[in-house]
């Protein structure tokens, strides 16, 4: 059986820091004691001295493996899974997305099988609706039941994903009778398909050119769209991978007048700015994502509603195409280019660094912010995201001390490259699995498992 001490470890929870032996039988923690509790002479033990003991992260927004076109996939659960464990973090929550005329569930089963050949970490799903039809909506009770209480929606990417207002209005009725929760893809697809046209018009195509056409009020008005139908059906909503100060602030406003609104915002969009598509074309590519990196005002206006609370939780959107699958698609012009960047592997570290270390937040909310908002957030809050008895032993041992830290990339390029890192995942547990030990992937560590999620 497996029962294990991690001793002399300093604790970080939302709440404080603490000196604590922490207890765990089999895949469960069973005991949090003041440090000193664990018996003397415990074979099984590890010495956690010098180290922060953190709960797995959990990034409640990734893409693995997700077909995009023919042949094409963003880069797959094996690889996108060992660089979330090697960076610490031990759950994420996907998106299973239908294909056209597809019913939900089956393309939730294609998401399930695919995971539990492959996925190191523990896995959720969200499920993407990009039909609104009876068939369709009826399906959502059997989704919920089956452990998936949140379903997106896109006003984004006309022609493929977006719901006209009407249909996300229809589908927000329903998600709110079912009590789910409507996650949103706020940008106003129509605008943004009449800035590409314009800017091909005028034979702007360039990596570079590709912010041009998502631009800043495009997410406002499907921002406004959306807290509109909220206010009106009543439908708990989230805005995904929120970037801009102007949606901040109908959020703010929203939500004092009592509408049940959440954020989530993205690494990219509080660290990195539009001044990186002047970078060279690599560096455009790889910050080809939607929504775009935005100025420099608005990650400050980011920054600011992440320290002081106004922003949940902390994703990534982790959609990795490797970047000469980037280049080659540029010939054709940045519409052609697969959109997403990686992040699952770095978001923990990112954020220490840039967060922690630059005295923008606390550790306490980097540990929020990184693994309990996001896990109660989205209905992981009973087994994941927090450090107490009878909570699932995702466990990691970070080192705040250590520095020049590598990231857990693929490739040589990201977003991330060319700067310096601070803080180490030294040691990760998934379920009281040890599948990292001295910043190494175990390669007999064991497939993950599907978690339902409720609220
Ligand atoms: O560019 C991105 N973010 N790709 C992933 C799909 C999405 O919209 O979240
Ligand atoms: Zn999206
Ligand atoms: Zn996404």
Redesign the pocket.
């Given at each position: 059986m497996n029962d294990f001490w991690i001793r002399n470890a300093t604790l970080v929870s939302p709440t404080g820091r603490r000196n604590a032996d922490i207890r765990v039988i089999d895949e469960s923690i069973a005991e949090v004691a003041d440090r000193g509790n664990a018996p003397a002479g415990v074979d099984d033990h590890v010495d956690a001295t010098g180290l922060w003991l953190l709960p797995g992260g959990v990034d409640v927004h990734t893409?693995f493996g997700m077909p995009l076109r023919r042949g094409l996939a963003s880069r797959g659960w094996l690889e996108s899974s060992t660089a979330a464990l090697l960076g610490g973090t031990t759950t994420v929550v996907d998106f299973a997305n239908p294909d056209r005329d597809e019913p939900i569930p089956d393309a939730v089963a294609r998401w399930q099988a695919a995971a539990s050949q492959e996925c190191l970490c523990d896995y959720a799903l969200h499920a993407t609706v990009s039909a609104v039809d009876d068939e369709r909506l009826d399906e959502l009770a059997e989704l919920i039941e089956g452990g998936i209480p949140t379903f997106k929606g896109f006003l984004a990417y006309k022609g493929r994903l977006m719901l006209e207002p009407e249909e996300l209005r229809l589908l927000m009725t329903r998600v709110h009778q079912l009590k789910g929760r409507l996650l949103l893809?706020a940008e106003d697809g129509e605008l943004n398909a009449r800035c590409e046209e314009e800017l091909r018009q005028a034979g702007r195509t360039e990596p570079r050119h590709h912010p041009l056409a998502h631009p800043a009020e495009s997410e406002i008005a499907a921002t406004a769209t959306a807290l509109d139908l909220a206010r009106a059906t009543g439908c708990p909503l989230t805005i995904v991978?929120l970037s801009t100060a102007g949606s901040l602030a109908l959020i703010d406003a929203a939500r004092t007048d009592g509408v049940d609104v959440s954020a989530e915002v993205c690494i990219q969009h509080l660290f990195r700015t539009d001044a990186w598509y002047e970078r060279g074309i690599d560096e455009a590519l790889n910050a080809v994502?939607?929504p775009p990196l935005r100025s420099d005002a608005d990650a400050e206006a980011l920054r600011t509603a992440v320290a002081d609370g106004r922003l949940d939780w902390l994703a990534t959107?982790h959609?990795e195409f490797p970047l000469e699958i980037k280049r080659s698609a540029a010939v054709d012009g940045f519409p052609a280019v697969p959109?997403?960047a990686a992040g699952v592997g770095e978001r923990l570290i990112v954020a220490f660094t840039l967060g922690v270390e630059s005295g923008l937040i606390s550790p306490e909310r980097w540990v929020d912010l990184c693994c309990e908002a996001p896990a109660a957030a989205m209905g992981l809050g009973h087994c994941k995201g927090r450090i107490a008895p009878g909570m699932d032993a995702d466990l990691v041992l970070f080192d705040p001390r250590a520095s020049d830290t590598h990231l857990p990339v693929h490739g040589t390029h990201s977003l991330w490259t060319g700067s310096e890192w601070q803080g180490a995942v030294r040691h990760v547990w998934v379920r009281g699995h040890q599948v990292v030990e001295s910043g190494q992937l175990d390669p007999e560590a064991p497939t993950g498992r599907f978690i339902r999620r409720f609220f």
């Open positions: 893409h893809h991978h994502m939607s959107d959609c959109n997403g």
